[in-house]
């Protein structure tokens, strides 16, 4: 799937430089350490719903915004499969700057929650094959490779541009909050893959809700891994 993280890596350009059930847990209380989290209800509210974002970093000296918005589309034909489409717009800017906009379209289908795959508007085509479910609750420390994306140039499938894996990970942030991670591997095709990987995670509390969030991007230089962090605002 299209994550925020894979918009970022495209955004700053680093080579140069939908309704389902909602599965809660019990309600949390101040004296009540919470260890399992409705993780396939946080993904369901990222991607698929309503949802906003508004990310910022220092890159050189340079403030640079990346505000990102989820819409649903409703019911879609994709790869030939009667499918549910959400669209993300990421618009970046350095110090207040349009420098890009990217529009991607995720698809899934619902009950259980599987992705298909995405298309981008500079033509990307990609076919995602989930190898592992997404929980509907899981514990802190649990994790999970999930899913495979083989991305193509375009609708034609001719060309594969890049595969990679998706793995989720939930870890503590409090006695009622968690950080709910996914992470997308470096493109498989390449021995040396100077886009990197993305992390991006987001606090969540014992009802999915989406608190606070933030995308980590590592790339590789030749001097090194340079690390840029996003923090919500």
């Not at 350009?13 to 350490?33: D, H, R």
């Not at 606090?203 to 999915?208: F, L, T």
Request: hydrophobic share 35%; with cysteine; aromatic share 8%.
């Amino acid at each position: 799937m299209k994550t925020l993280g894979l918009f970022t890596l495209a955004a700053l350009g680093l080579s140069a430089c939908a309704t389902s059930t909602n599965n809660s847990v019990v309600m949390n209380t101040p004296n009540k350490v919470v260890t399992q989290y409705p993780v396939e209800t946080a993904i369901l509210n990222v991607y698929t719903r309503v949802y906003s974002d508004q990310l910022y970093t220092l890159v050189d000296e340079q403030l640079v915004v990346i505000n990102t918005k989820v819409t649903p589309k409703g019911a879609m034909v994709f790869n030939n499969k009667q499918v549910q489409g959400a669209e993300m717009v990421a618009i970046t800017t350095v110090n207040d700057q349009v420098v890009d906009k990217s529009v991607g379209v995720n698809y899934f289908t619902l009950e259980p929650l599987v992705f298909h795959g995405f298309t981008s508007d500079v033509g990307e085509y990609s076919i995602a094959t989930q190898t592992k479910p997404i929980p509907k609750i899981a514990s802190i420390d649990d994790s999970s490779t999930y899913l495979t994306e083989e991305v193509y140039s375009d609708s034609s499938k001719r060309k594969k541009i890049k595969t990679y894996t998706q793995t989720w990970s939930l870890k503590r942030e409090s006695n009622s909050t968690a950080w709910l991670c996914i992470e997308s591997s470096e493109n498989l095709l390449l021995s040396y893959d100077p886009d990197g990987t993305s992390t991006e995670c987001y606090k969540i509390n014992a009802r999915g809700d989406i608190l606070d969030s933030n995308v980590t991007i590592n790339s590789t230089e030749a001097n090194g891994t340079k690390k840029i962090l996003f923090n919500s605002m």
